[in-house]
């Protein structure tokens, strides 16, 4: 089911929509919880964000839900881990995107390989690849010259067809 169509029905407070959301996008959020807030919190961190999304959708979501899921279990995680505190605190002080994203642009993420993106970085030179995955999970500032130069090395990757792009 296309994640706009998702989106809508839970704006129209369709509980089984949330319900398919979190079948969808459920277990990525979970790993990605668990990698930044840790194993203890992170099904509690999942249940907030789908929480949060359920409550208020127009505030909380788009139709790019896959796209907020993941940002708010982000944003949700660090608060948590940064704070001590537990999900249902942090998320008091969470604020929602105020862009959403162009329905009209392509998503790029869901055009992307991530097989061949993971091979990718793990190829890129010296710890680049370390630094991307540790600036995206784990919120880390990094060295900003050194960040700009791995996704230059991915952009150019995806541009030149060494990255291939995810079968549609």
């Keep these: 089911m296309p994640r706009d169509d998702l989106f809508q029905r839970i704006v129209d407070g369709d509980e089984l929509a949330l319900r398919d959301a979190f079948r969808a996008y459920g277990a990525v959020a979970r790993d990605l919880a668990r990698r930044i807030a840790g194993l203890a919190v992170a099904d509690e961190v999942v249940e907030e964000v789908f929480l949060l999304i359920w409550s208020e959708p127009e505030r909380w979501a788009s139709a790019a839900l896959d796209v907020h899921v993941l940002r708010i279990t982000r944003d949700l995680s660090l608060a948590v881990r940064r ?25 790029i993420v869901d055009e992307i390989n991530h097989e061949a993106l993971q ?11 370390r630094w991307l995955e540790d600036a995206w999970f784990e919120g880390r500032p990094a060295h900003e010259q050194a960040l700009g130069s791995a996704l230059n090395t991915l952009v150019d990757a995806m541009a030149s067809g060494r990255l291939d792009r995810a079968d549609t």
């Design 83 to 107: 704070r001590g505190v537990r999900p249902g605190l942090a998320s008091v002080e969470l604020e929602p995107f105020p862009i959403a994203p162009d329905a009209a642009l392509p998503d």
């Design 119 to 129: 091979r990718h970085m793990l190829r890129l030179p010296g710890d680049q690849g």
